[in-house]
């Protein structure tokens, strides 16, 4: 043990006056030169990383113009006219409450997501609306309740059963339209819209004001009557025991017309640059096409009026399809009969 012991202290002495010999390892000198090349290489650097990030932003710039539709609107409070009329009536802004109800709409119709599609949406179908419109010899702002119905989609569907650009319900479009297995014209943006402006000149001449057009429209006009007769309420603006979606409704139409005629004011672009990227209408004409088999297949329906199939059912919601549970399409063809195709618009037609 004893010389264990002495053998390691000789260990610990030897190691320890062989560090004392080592010669020291020492840094070489470093030049002017050096740092000066290292200093370069830092200022590099830093303007690399300061053009990155002014491209970043640069980035992030053209992100909010592009979809500065997205991003909530901060105009506060919202604008609106000394005047504001619809369908040629003055909106009384000074009567009770008429003034509140219009800033609420105008808040939540400016702020839906929806509100930029139906801008481009209305180069595809405001036109034939307002052809409509002119030609039956009703107010041009009509147009806007195709709008607060369907934001201007011709297959929008809800939950209650309504469909096409004016969201026709079955029992009431069965009044004006075809509806069965194979046809269903509420998705015929043409007869649709004809049916909806009868509607609502029929509802017109019932009630003596387009607000009470509109709610007679929104929800059983046999209701509203109900409730306007009961408070003795000389038109619309008086009302109040209806549903606050029927009491808003006209105003959602009022909202959707000052948005649309003033877009700059409640945070979109102006009118001139909305113009440029509307959608355009499909070029289509409408035709009587004749199935004389005991059925046709849709694919060759659209094949012989020199359409494909996606442009066939893109033109023609009407034309309808069975689908099962998953929404896959397993009934695509149409009986023996004439039906009314829009095809497309061709210089000498296509019969």
Not at 101 to 122: D, G, K, T, W
Not at 311 to 322: C, K, Q, T, W
């Amino acid at each position: 043990m004893r010389r264990l012991s002495i053998f390691f202290f000789l260990f610990i002495f030897l190691f320890n006056v062989s560090c004392l010999f080592k010669k020291p390892q020492l840094t070489p000198p470093v030049s002017q030169e050096d740092v000066f090349q290292a200093k370069i290489q830092e200022l590099e650097e830093a303007i690399r990383q300061v053009s990155e990030n002014t491209e970043n932003l640069k980035k992030f710039i053209n992100l909010l113009k592009t979809n500065q539709g997205q991003f909530p609107k901060s105009n506060f409070p919202v604008f609106i006219p000394e005047h504001v009329d619809f369908c040629q009536e003055e909106v009384p802004l000074d009567r009770f409450r008429v003034r509140e109800r219009l800033e609420q709409a105008l808040i939540n119709e400016m702020n839906r997501p929806a509100i930029c599609l139906v801008f481009l949406r209305s180069g595809r179908w405001l036109p034939l609306i307002e052809q409509k419109i002119q030609e039956m010899n009703l107010p041009e702002d009509l147009k806007y309740v195709a709008v607060i119905e369907s934001d201007l989609n011709p297959e929008a569907y809800s939950y209650a059963g309504a469909a096409g650009l004016w969201q026709f319900i079955k029992s009431t479009g069965k009044r004006f339209l075809k509806i069965d297995s194979y046809i269903d014209e509420r998705l015929d943006s043409e007869k649709s819209t004809e049916a909806a402006l009868g509607h609502l000149a029929e509802l017109y001449t019932e009630f003596g004001d387009w607000p009470s057009a509109l709610a007679g429209y929104n929800m059983h006009k046999d209701r509203y009557k109900n409730a306007r007769t009961k408070e003795q309420a000389q038109d619309f603006y008086a009302v109040r025991d209806i549903s606050n979606e029927s009491l808003q409704y006209p105003f959602r139409a009022i909202a959707i017309k000052l948005i649309m005629e003033y877009p700059d004011k409640y945070g979109f672009p102006p009118i001139e640059e909305i113009n440029e990227i509307k959608y355009k209408p499909y070029p289509v004409e409408a035709a009587i096409v004749s199935v004389d088999y005991r059925t046709e297949k849709i694919v060759d329906i659209a094949k012989r009026l020199g359409m494909t199939y996606q442009e066939f059912r893109a033109f023609n919601p009407h034309i309808l399809v069975g689908k099962n549970s998953y929404g896959e399409v397993v009934r695509a063809y149409l009986p023996k009969g004439k039906y009314k195709i829009y095809t497309k618009k061709t210089a000498n037609g296509l019969f």
